[in-house]
């Protein structure tokens, strides 16, 4: 009997795996139809950075895309870029490193909840229902550099939780890095990260799990990948000209949007956020407005 229990739990397990992969790949390259505008530019970038190591305004691996005048983020754009090298152009292709954090998101996910509530029955529930929840299924399906943050969330909370219950300098660097890295897909995170990274450091110290001797791991793989970003918030901030680094461009945007995080304007995205989650928002691919936000 308990072999059979085993036989039928392993054929869930398959089952769930199948249905991820096919939310996720089916028709990949027809739906959502067409290409974003910032799908195209993105797009456009990376495939200037795989052939020829310039953007399309031939600025040597900038660290930061102009895109269209206001900015995007870096890493969709190289990860698609690094599958150029292996694959054709397509629209498939311009999706597939959305499906790859995704499923990344899917293991790390299981992996994350069955460790925190010691059961993999909660993990197999996380996987499920990240299977089929429509916002999943959209958000690793547009290629837009906002929609690594999640995936990336995932894993930065994975490797802060290692760092705490198991420390060692491997766990330390892997966090770092990790938090590092997520500030590369979507400028929100240069909010986000700081404040969060406090709130860990405020729970290590007083749960006394802060290993001094072995914070360096941590600090300098995210110093190192923070320090062109903040450089980047510099330049745009006070006006100066983009500067080139060891062949990486810091740009200046004809258009930065830093003015998005004063207070004044944070409070009314606040406001402008309750509205798009519970009623709608003027995009009209998130909204039907008779239907309000799906």
């Known amino acids: 009997m308990s072999n059979m229990i085993k036989l039928i739990s392993k054929y869930n397990i ?45 600025n040597s691996y900038p660290v930061y895309l102009i895109n269209f005048g206001a900015g995007q983020s870096a890493l969709y754009a190289y990860s698609f870029a690094f599958l150029l090298s292996f694959f054709d ?14 499923t990344i998101t899917f293991i790390i996910g299981y992996l994350t909840i069955s460790e925190v509530l010691h059961s993999k029955k909660f993990g197999l529930l996380f996987a499920f229902l990240f299977t089929i929840l429509p916002y999943y299924i959209m958000q690793s399906r547009f290629g837009l550099d906002c929609n690594l943050m999640m995936g990336m969330s995932s894993i930065v909370l994975y490797f802060v939780h290692k760092m705490i219950m198991n420390p060692s300098p491997k766990s330390y660097l892997l966090a770092g890095f990790s938090s590092g890295l997520i500030l590369y897909t979507y400028a929100l995170s240069y909010v986000v990260m700081p404040l969060f990274l ?60 830093g003015s998005g995080f004063t207070l004044s304007s944070m409070l009314f995205n606040l406001k402008y956020v309750i509205k798009s989650v519970f009623m709608y928002d003027q995009l009209t691919y998130n909204t039907f407005i008779r239907f309000f936000t799906l």
Do not use: Q
């Open 89 to 102: 152009y397509s629209i498939f292709i311009v999706r597939l490193p959305g499906v790859v954090l995704s």
């Open 198 to 257: 406090l709130f860990v450091l405020i729970l290590m110290l007083r749960t006394k799990t802060l290993i001094l001797k072995h914070s360096h791991y941590f600090i300098i793989p995210l110093f190192l990948l923070a320090l062109p970003l903040l450089l980047m918030v510099i330049i745009n901030t006070f006006d100066y000209n983009s500067i080139n680094i060891l062949g990486f461009t810091i740009p200046k945007l004809p258009r930065y949007r």
């Open 14 to 58: 398959v089952l769930l795996i199948i249905g991820f992969l096919f939310t996720r790949l089916f028709l990949l390259n027809e739906v959502p139809y067409g290409l974003h505008v910032d799908e195209a530019g993105m797009a456009y970038d990376a495939y200037s950075l795989a052939h020829f190591g310039v953007d399309r305004y031939l």
